[in-house]
């Protein structure tokens, strides 16, 4: 008996032992982040003033520490923004804050909280209010300190609500982000009666449109309807499949899907069914081969012939050899269709280390720089010579040109771009939609029964759509049921040839 309280007690110790650890280590980590986050920061002020110098605009000077950031803690380019920005806003205008997350008296989340809660109060209140936070954030978790800052802005300044709420609104936005095996997450601030709004409408489209037989559940059927409310149809179709649904004879009359906006990098044997490689949803990343054709099924097509296949001279060599001969459209500016969608097919993405900006909404960029005046002297506007960059980052390489920065960026053969910062470390991205298009791993076409696999609905195919040398090509695409029959029959035909 005593023996056995001895051991509870001395678990009850060891607990109390872990958790007294766990808060000191805690505050370490809290005390190092803030460190983190005032290292950037400054890095940040020292990028800006040099830019302000050399005449950079004042919207932009400095935003390339976060790229810089990026590369050198293999860090994402928004993180090292959203570091930099609660740095300068604690800086600036919460002394507090910045002095107890710097002591490890707060966390990183917990500093977040009082930032965005204060981020549009006037600065008289908030050098009334901005203290009182920061000793009960000490006490309190992030969703805990944002209710109670909340209820005390209201009470300190009620009619600076109304403005607040305008400045909070004025940061609406959505974003969709890649999340795992092909599906995508949305976020979105609204004005909250846009918000509701919204739910409503989904809420409502799932209740009446689809009948009880219906097989998604309402959570699904809300998710469709979200889509549904974007590609054209306006309306849920529901899926029970019998005839004597409610909604049979209206679902016969909506719309078919728009085509789908985005754009897919797909190897020709995938597309045709004959292998199963991964695909490139630009902007997104790998999603598999079934997906692509899926999207597929209603897109237009640019075809992209192997670069290996064709070798192209080195950008250096455009330039250096006289007897290169330029064509008329290489020494336009802006690119012609085809090698536009070339480029941005095979680059897949903004070509900077870690930006995820899909090559479709980026700039094309000349590596070496066009010459306006004559053209043939400057870099030509071939395949080669430019890359998909995002407005960001394409300022960036301006920047560099300009020597506005110190920045180098440098292509390489085979499409390497390398980035190095101003401190000289360096970064090189291949782009990302050449072993999609080309892929070197073979990936034998999946036909296992009982593979879960969305069937198309209607004709597999509309050759309309098709343009000419795809057409040879998708007349022989395989709806994934037609696959399992054609590699079913072929056993079938093996068995029956060994039985006799
Ligand atoms: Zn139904
Ligand atoms: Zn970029």
């Avoid at 280590?25 to 190092?32: C, D, Q, Y």
């Avoid at 020494?331 to 897949?348: E, H, K, Q, S, T």
């Amino acid at each position: 008996m005593i023996e056995c309280m001895t051991e509870t007690a001395a678990e009850l110790f060891a607990a109390r032992a872990v958790i007294e650890e766990l808060r000191v280590v805690h505050s370490e980590i809290a005390v190092l982040e803030a460190k983190q986050m005032a290292l950037m920061t400054a890095l940040y002020t020292l990028r800006r003033e040099e830019q302000l110098d050399l005449g950079v605009a004042y919207l932009h000077a400095g935003e390339d520490a976060a790229t810089e950031i990026g590369i050198a803690l293999k860090m994402s380019q928004r993180s090292a923004d959203l570091l930099i920005n609660l740095g300068l806003d604690l800086n600036n205008r919460c002394p507090a804050t910045l002095e107890a997350f710097a002591a490890g008296r707060i966390d990183l989340a917990q500093a977040r909280a009082i930032s965005q809660t204060l981020a549009n109060v006037p600065d008289s209140v908030r050098a009334e209010l901005e203290p009182k936070v920061a000793g009960y954030a000490e006490d309190h978790d992030p969703a805990r300190i944002k209710r109670t800052a909340r209820r005390w802005l209201l009470e300190a300044d009620p009619e600076g609500q109304a403005v607040r709420r305008k400045a909070a609104e004025a940061d609406r936005y959505v974003s969709i982000s890649a999340a795992d095996d092909g599906t995508a997450v949305v976020d979105a601030v609204l004005p909250a009666a846009g918000g509701q709004t919204l739910y409503e409408r989904l809420r409502e489209m799932a209740s009446t449109q689809v009948c009880g037989s219906d097989p998604r559940t309402t959570t699904q059927c809300r998710a469709d309807a979200l889509v549904a409310l974007a590609d054209g149809t306006g309306r849920l179709t529901c899926q029970c499949g019998r005839p004597d649904c409610p909604h049979a004879e209206i679902d016969a009359t909506t719309p078919a899907p728009r085509k789908v906006l985005v754009q897919v990098g797909v190897s020709a044997e995938t597309l045709a069914g004959l292998r199963d490689n991964p695909a490139l949803l630009a902007g997104f990343g790998a999603i598999d081969a079934d997906l692509a054709r899926q999207l597929a099924r209603h897109a237009r097509f640019d075809i992209i012939t192997d670069p290996t296949e064709t070798p192209a001279a080195p950008v250096r060599a455009v330039k250096a050899t006289s007897e290169t001969t330029s064509t008329a459209t290489e020494l336009r500016y802006r690119p012609g269709i085809r090698v536009a969608a070339r480029v941005r097919a095979l680059d897949g993405t903004c070509r900077a280390p870690g930006c995820q900006i899909p090559a479709a909404a980026t700039d094309l960029d000349h590596q070496d720089r066009f010459d306006h005046t004559n053209p043939i002297s400057g870099g030509h506007t071939t395949e080669d010579n430019l890359g998909a960059r995002c407005r960001r980052h394409h300022r960036l390489k301006t920047h560099s040109d300009n020597h506005r920065n110190q920045w180098q960026v440098i292509h390489h053969p085979g499409r390497e771009v390398e980035w190095v910062t101003p401190t000289g470390e360096s970064a090189t991205t291949t782009p990302e939609g050449v072993p999609f298009l080309f892929p070197t791993v073979f990936v034998p076409p999946v036909t296992a029964d009982g593979v879960p696999e969305a069937e198309p609905n209607g004709s597999i195919w509309d050759p309309g759509i098709a343009e000419s040398e795809m057409t040879e090509l998708l007349h022989v695409y395989y709806s994934p049921a037609q696959r399992r029959e054609a590699f079913r029959a072929a056993r079938h035909a093996r068995q029956a040839q060994h039985n006799m």
